[in-house]
């Protein structure tokens, strides 16, 4: 399988949960625990912004007690590994695929361990926890800095490089998403449009984009995914 010039991943929450890091359409899922529209918007940020930091404390807190695990560590050894180019697109704002080791990674909806104040569009790394009196340390305001999280409603980040990613790959491989929030849901019809990739879907279960798919591999990500990295990296005969 090392005939790929171009390797594309799309990663979602399914390639996490086996760290311990809740989905969120799944049963116990988190928006079955929080309703989107209390912390995921920009409206619900605008009337309750305690709230939304509380939320996003939480979850930031929750990745000092995860670690990468098979699947992300597979991914990573396929970047170093493998020949041809190989990018990864999560749309998890958690930080397991660096802490695995992958370098060449886009993170479209923003990132738990991000902040930017919307006074002056600076973004700095954060680790602890965020108030909602924050002072900028750019621009000094108060109260401005957010979680650098693509909020439903807002754009995701870097289409246009992903966007080139999609069109120059060979191989196309999606992990661990349900297929149901867009633009990261049509990744697959649109290099499927282009008509030069492979496609192959990772989960446990059909997602709603399984059709489009040519191949399927269902199973956890921690045994699927390193299976994968073996035979593009030729490890199996
Ligand atoms: N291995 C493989 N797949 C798994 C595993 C696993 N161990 N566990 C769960 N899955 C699959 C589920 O079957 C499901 O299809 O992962 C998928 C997770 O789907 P979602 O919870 O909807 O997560 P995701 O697709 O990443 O959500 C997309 O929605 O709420 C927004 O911004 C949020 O980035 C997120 C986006």
Redesign the pocket.
């Known amino acids: 399988m090392t005939k790929y010039r171009s390797i594309v991943i799309l990663t979602?929450?399914?390639?996490s949960?086996?760290s311990g890091v809740a989905?969120?359409?799944?049963s116990g899922?988190l928006?079955e625990q929080h309703k989107?529209e209390d912390v995921?918007t920009p409206e619900a940020y605008k009337r309750n912004p305690q709230l939304v930091q509380d939320f996003y404390n939480m979850r930031r807190r929750f990745l000092d007690t995860v670690e990468p695990n098979a699947?992300h560590d597979a991914l990573a050894k396929l970047e170093k590994g493998y020949a041809g180019r190989v990018v990864v697109i999560t749309?998890?704002?958690d930080d397991l695929h660096e802490r695995a080791g992958t370098h060449n990674l886009i993170h479209m909806?923003g990132q738990h361990r991000q902040v930017f104040c919307t006074a002056c569009d600076k973004t700095t790394g954060w680790q602890g926890d965020l108030s909602v009196d924050h002072i900028c340390a750019f621009c000094r305001a108060i109260g401005t800095t957010r979680p650098d999280i693509?909020w439903f409603g807002e754009m995701p980040y870097y289409m246009e490089m992903i966007d080139d990613a999609l069109a120059g790959c060979d191989l196309f491989l999606s992990?661990?998403?349900?297929?149901?929030?867009y633009p990261?849901a049509g990744f697959v019809s649109a290099v499927r449009r282009l008509g030069k990739a492979h496609t192959i879907e990772?989960?446990?279960?059909a997602?709603d984009c399984s059709a489009q798919f040519h191949e399927h591999r269902h199973?956890?990500?921690?045994q699927?995914v390193p299976d994968c990295v073996h035979q593009l990296l030729g490890e199996h005969p």
Request: proline letters at 3%; aromatic letters at 8%.
């Open positions: 979602g929450a399914g390639v949960a086996e989905t969120f359409r799944d899922g928006w989107i995921a699947a749309q998890n704002v909806h693509v992990i661990g998403t349900s297929g149901t929030v990261a990772f989960n446990l279960d997602s199973g956890p990500a921690t699927t």
